[in-house]
């Protein structure tokens, strides 16, 4: 790429980031519309934890938890360990996501099922 692109695609860069700001600035709706699937993505993962808790609640915790174990288990030995490690590092597929990851389902569970033995 010689000088003359780099200046040029730095420039077009700089117009487009100017126009983004303007257009944010003068209609800030467009923002809340580009925020409200990760908005309705997090009430649905939380919405999923809340129903984990509840069929802890129901005497259902430690089953519950067993199968989430088998399905990390069985996840990660469908996936090369490359895979594992990119979707580690993707947050805007897990900000999208309606169902939170097997292991935050797991950590939940077991903090619950802690905090309310007998």
Known sequence: MTRKDK????Q?????ILLSLVAVYLFPWLLL????????????RRAELRADRSAAARGFGPQLAHVL???????????????????????AVSLLSAQPDLHTRLQSLQRYLEAHRH
């Open 33 to 44: 519309l580009a925020l409200i699937p990760m908005l309705l993505a997090a009430v649905k």
């Open 7 to 10: 200046k040029a695609r730095n």
């Open 69 to 91: 174990e088998k399905f990390i288990t069985d996840e990660a030995g469908a996936k090369p360990s490359a895979q594992l490690e990119a979707d580690r590092f993707r947050p």
């Open 12 to 16: 077009l860069l700089l117009i487009a």
